[in-house]
């Protein structure tokens, strides 16, 4: 288990040599707010960092509903039982065993390994909500429901699988042959490409994802990302 500390931002990173996973920790000036729980080592890695900063979990907030995001979710209930857990009204459909792609949305099946246990939400969000300091940008492609967090005041976004890092930059559902994972379990290769152009929009200082490292000042290689999916789109 390995953790990185940014500004205002740890990230808690499993197998960070072999099939890096991430979980995020958002430091507010007075609680911290978790992203994504997939495994359940990210759980004893938190509450480290609770106690080293002195502050509380408020907050636990999920991506998406994939399995390496949310498996560990289970066992934050059991340690953090008192704090919210959240996900995107789209997604909690998934964790309900609904499959099917809504009116509007493309038709295509819904890819990528879900979890075998019931994965306890307290409240769902939509678009452009806000809570606490980040807000909420929907960033459907990877799973219909997919979001990515946005603060404003550090230029910290996290965005789950929206992009990676591990073996390259590259948008969700372009195949990377050194790390392939994500693009095999994208649903929608075309909505996760205009995902990827509403982050550019968003000016990020750094971006964190859901596999690889953080990267700083991504704009360049979120550019060429971007342009590369489109080419291989066509």
Avoid at 135 to 155: E, Q, R, Y
Avoid at 181 to 202: C, G
Wanted: one cysteine or more.
């Amino acid at each position: 288990m390995r953790i990185r500390h940014y500004e205002q931002l740890y990230q808690i990173t499993f197998l960070p040599r072999l099939f890096p996973i991430n979980c995020y920790v958002v430091e507010t000036p007075t609680s911290l707010i978790a992203i994504d729980m997939g495994v359940k080592k990210f759980v004893d890695a938190l509450v480290k960092i609770s106690a080293t900063t002195g502050k509380k979990v408020t907050q636990l907030l999920l991506t998406h509903a994939h399995a390496d995001h949310v498996n560990g979710v289970p066992y934050f209930n059991e340690r953090f039982p008192t704090v919210r857990i959240g996900l995107s009204q789209r997604d909690a459909l998934l964790l309900k065993g609904d499959f099917t792609p809504q009116v509007g949305e493309a038709q295509h099946k819904i890819k990528g390994s879900f979890p075998k246990m019931q994965i306890p939400v307290d409240f769902t969000f939509t678009d452009q909500t806000v809570i606490d300091r980040l807000k909420i940008i929907a960033t459907p492609g990877h799973t219909p429901g997919s979001v990515a967090f946005f603060d404003a005041a550090t230029g910290n976004l996290i965005a789950g699988d929206a992009l990676q890092t591990q073996g390259g930059m590259a948008v969700s559902g372009d195949m990377n042959l050194t790390f392939p994972f994500p693009a095999l379990a994208t649903w929608d290769k075309s909505a996760a490409i205009s995902s990827a152009r509403k982050l550019q929009q968003l000016a990020p200082q750094r971006l964190a994802i859901g596999h690889g490292a953080v990267k700083v000042a991504p704009a360049a290689a979120m550019t060429a990302a971007i342009e590369h999916a489109e080419q291989q789109l066509k």
